[in-house]
């Protein structure tokens, strides 16, 4: 992007003041690399969100902000109802609360080494991974409802987890309010059989190690030392919640022109937080939370008992949940008092800081852990929410390393055979059931996560505590 559309704030801050029919200036938090880099879409985008009914303070882009669907991927936007504010499906994104999720396993990189080839073979077996992919549960229509009400409550219920797990996950576990009365019966249909599987695209398993500490403290209150190993998974509400979204961005699109609101693009379809559609849009979408952390809590129970089976010693503890692509109710101060907002964080992770009442009270002291998901083949990283980001992001971090290029680009780029050899080489085995996607997700087609990740920390947006290297990926 050209530098000149923006007032250099700071070394990490750009901001786009207001014109036109923005109601709030646009920020992006980057360094002036990462904002070179940026499509310019970013800019349209960041600027069209900030023209919405409601919006307060800002329209924000993280460091990995790249296009998206009508918000910009990485984007935040909190919304007033009291003053007209709108919810919009686009500002959430179709893959509803995709998440990461990250286990202890209390071994050694040596215990892991020793069974790697087995381990991931095992891993890919018992993981469905790919576009399409099913699994081995099948819900009826009342188990189907429960699901969607319940989230990892309802797997830990059903004897996937341990009740433990659940002070480690959003919400403990549950959306409140959720409606599966709002979801279609075909967002039902195709979820149907998708529980406990990871997907396609930029989802994962990965089994990894702990390569680097960078703040003692906060490791030590997190239980990360160097030289364990963790497993991550990151995948979200699969068909139910990409359905949902595709539904109701029809219906807002006809909700925005009844309630006179302007759209400087179609894709931004909203609809006021206190209508019918908003509401029924909420519902469903809180739901589609839900699936996605049952599903998490299944694909968990999958892979300790695969860990059960060929490294006995193995616990797996829960680090900690935590999604993007969602809207929440959030209490945040704005100019000196409190506000009840909705959050729209798309592709952007919470990230509360030290004694926020909804970080888990082990871990509250440090700040809520924040799961920075990599490329393929590349590192990970563990951060902690800042007392700084709360104010400056509405709590919100970035949620990866961001797409540098399109899949189609990527296709044209690598050949996934070669990417897995490589790969190989370098001591990290990949299991996939698609070349293609592997192509797809090649770690070139990504910006690079350490620099967006450093730059969020210099931002005061989150902190960083851990590196994390891969051993073993299953990907769709």
Known sequence: MDLALFRRVSAHLWEIEPRGAMRVPGLIYATEDLVRAMDDKVYEQVVNVASLPGIVRASYAMPDAHWGYGFPIGGVAAFDPEEGGVVSAGGVGFDISCGVRCLHTGMAVAEVMAVQRALADRLYARIPAGLGSTGTIRLGAAQMDAMLTGGARWAVGRGWGAPEDLERIEEQGQMRHAKPGCVSEQAKKRQRDEMGTLGSGNHYLEVQKVARVHDAAAAAAFGLREGDVVVSIHCGSRGLGHQIGTEYLRGMVVAAGQF?????????????????????????????????????????????????????????????????????????????RPRELYVHRKGATRAFGPGHPDIPAALRAAGQPVLIGGSMGTASYVLAGTAEGEARSFGSACHGAGRAMSRHQALRSWNGRAVVDELAGRGILIRSPSSRGVAEEAPGAYKDVSAVVAAAHAAGLAKTVARLEPLVCVKG
């Open 260 to 336: 006179g609101i302007r759209l400087p693009d179609r894709e931004l379809a909203c609809a006021p937080i206190r209508s019918e559609v908003g509401e029924r849009y909420l519902g469903a979408m809180r739901a589609a939370i839900n699936c996605a952390l049952a599903n998490r809590q299944i694909l968990t129970h999958l892979v300790r008992e695969v860990f059960a089976e060929l490294l006995p010693r193995a616990r797996l503890p829960l680090l900690y949940d935590v999604s993007h692509n969602t809207c929440k109710v959030e209490t945040h101060d704005v100019d000196g």
